[in-house]
């Protein structure tokens, strides 16, 4: 009957949304499709200027509905009757406001058009403000309510945006009943939830963003007054801390939950209508959501201690650890430890770099200036054909700069680089800070420059690492997925160099909708434990990259010439 199982995983991307179709006793990938959002494609409703990133809901749905339907035919005509469950993994922190009946205003056509209805991006900085204020807010509290997040509050969290968003648009303000987790709407949608309240919140999401705690048992008579337990288990903090922020956010807790869910938990069955629509039955258990490297790391089959790390346009650096070994225990100036928020049962760490693939990305449309506006412009040659050229040597770009730059002999006085180039998440987000590029000289061309960018992106992965080991929490290896790791050789060789440790790739080129796939079938009760669920349908490892011990000096040196900069950088920017 296991053989006859199949699961669907959907996994909500910064660029696309891919769904797959994955056979539970195996993990044989039966099809899969991928649907680029057309209004994001556009730049509709975003300002990089000023760092706002929106997405319009109906991205999210046409994308949903487009490529589960174009997966089943691809399966075949039985397939449909052999799906037992669907989980969703989504970015985040990527909230939007909703009404009361949990439907996102921007599907309203009052709001249309407006980008403070739609959901706010996790890259969208423009809650820099309200981070700041909350993070000063907290210093007023006995209670430390950050105690879990790290310390620090992002300006990419739920409820910075939320402040911003409130602030800046009165007529949202006036409309928003309550403010939405994008990986919480989806499993809403697809059960057809009628109220706000009926919603339920993913525990990594609540966990790692919201300031969500799990409450403690009742506190024996003897204990500190309310607001001042030092134990630090409180929910949601009370109402009285977010409206001394700021009167606007005065009882919205009231609004949100109280409970949260693992991934491994059923959020309800198909509805009626998303059954029709898709070609399925009512009977598809439908999983509790979760952000994107949560599920990832399932996907990618993530072991204690082992720094799994899902490199795309940003990274997020997951690591798990047995319950009891983290007892007493808090890492400062990462992105949250939330139990159960990545494998239920085991703490969950999360950490991240701001910009990864965006660095080469930017670098690479850098480069690509010249023919966006003189070769498309130009008389010299028809349009049809100078566009031809522009895409032809856009998809070779990087390849050809990798190349070149591996054949690159750096030394200490080499160009060195920032990869902050859309702030620093960790260790202590401050997304205020900026990148920057040293020791260029007459000499440096595009693969050194490239090259330099690289490396800076490896050095704020180690950044992350020696986060956690100088506060007692070892990382014993490197676990690699997503687009880059897959891509990119010289980029991997270059992180286990600088690690000075071995990175595995892992096989599947879709390790987080097999991540959600894995979760599906948990919730729908095909295996008892997530941890069974990996074993199974896991497709292991395919590559592995080991530190070239030759350059590991040399290494060391930059490395600290790559702090001494960040200081300086950071110090100016006070």
Not at 51 to 75: A, M, W
Not at 122 to 129: E, G, I, N, P, R
């Amino acid at each position: 009957m296991l053989r006859d199982s199949l699961v669907i995983g959907i996994d909500f991307g910064t660029d696309s949304v891919r769904s797959v179709i994955v056979r539970t006793d195996s993990g044989e990938e039966i099809a899969s499709d991928v649907y680029r959002y057309p209004r994001w494609r556009e730049g509709l409703y975003c300002d990089p200027g000023a760092n706002r990133f929106r997405q319009h809901p109906l991205d999210y749905i046409e994308g949903l509905e487009q490529t589960v339907i174009s997966c089943i035919k691809k399966s075949g005509p039985s397939a449909a009757k052999f799906i037992k469950g669907i989980s969703a993994d989504t970015t985040g922190s990527t909230p939007v406001a909703v009404d009361e009946a949990g439907v996102p205003l921007a599907l309203q056509p009052a709001f249309a058009e407006n980008p403070n209805a739609m959901f706010v991006l996790w890259k969208d900085h423009t809650a820099v403000k309200e981070a700041s204020e909350i993070n000063e807010h907290a210093k007023k509290y006995r209670t430390d309510y950050l105690k879990y997040v790290g310390g620090v509050y992002s300006s990419e969290w739920f409820w910075a945006k939320l402040l911003h968003v409130l602030r800046e648009d009165e007529a949202v303000r006036q409309a928003c009943y309550s403010w939405v987790e994008h990986c919480d709407w989806i499993p809403f949608l697809l059960t057809g939830g009628k109220h706000v309240a009926e919603m339920k919140r993913s525990r990594c999401a609540a966990g790692h963003k919201a300031l969500w705690s799990a409450p403690s048992p009742p506190a024996p008579p003897l204990s500190p007054p309310a607001g001042g337990d030092e134990r630090g288990s409180w929910g949601l903090p009370p109402n009285d801390f977010f409206a001394s922020l700021d009167p606007l956010l005065n009882c919205f807790t009231q609004r949100l939950y109280t409970d949260t869910y693992t991934s491994d938990q059923p959020a309800g069955t198909l509805s009626k209508a998303w059954a029709e629509r898709l070609g399925l039955t009512t009977d598809v258990v439908v999983g509790t959501g979760a952000f994107d490297a949560h599920m990832g790391a399932a996907g990618g089959q993530i072991e204690p201690y082992y720094l799994s790390k899902v490199m795309g346009t940003s990274t997020c650096d997951m690591l798990v650890a047995p319950m009891e070994d983290m007892e007493n225990k808090l890492v400062k100036g990462i992105c949250g430890q939330v139990p159960g928020s990545v494998i239920p049962g085991m703490m969950g760490m999360e950490a991240g770099q701001s910009a990864f693939g965006d660095v080469y990305a930017w670098f690479g449309k850098l480069l690509q200036w010249p023919l966006e506006n003189l070769l498309l412009r130009s008389s010299l040659i028809n349009k049809e054909t100078a566009a031809k050229l522009k895409n032809e040597i856009n998809d070779k770009i990087l390849y050809e700069l990798s190349i070149a730059a591996n054949e690159i002999i750096f030394t200490e006085q080499s160009e060195l680089a920032l990869d902050w180039l859309n702030g620093r998440r960790t260790p202590f987000a401050n997304q205020e800070l900026k990148a920057g590029i040293i020791g260029l000289n007459l000499a440096s061309d595009a693969p050194a420059i490239f090259r330099a960018l690289a490396e800076a992106t490896c050095f704020g992965a180690k950044k992350i690492v020696d986060c956690f080991t100088e506060q007692g929490v070892p990382v014993k290896g490197l676990i690699g997925s997503g687009g880059v790791a897959r891509k990119s050789p010289f980029i991997m060789q270059m992180m286990a160099d600088v690690m000075d440790m071995p990175i595995r790739i892992h096989r599947s080129e879709q390790t987080c909708a097999m991540g959600a796939a894995m979760f599906a079938a948990t919730a729908a009760g095909i295996y008892p434990k997530v941890e069974e669920a990996m074993a199974a349908m896991g497709q292991g490892f395919d590559k592995e990259y080991f530190p070239d011990k030759n350059k590991s000096d040399i290494y060391h040196k930059r490395y600290e010439r790559y702090q001494k900069l960040g200081e300086c950088v950071e110090s100016l920017s006070v």
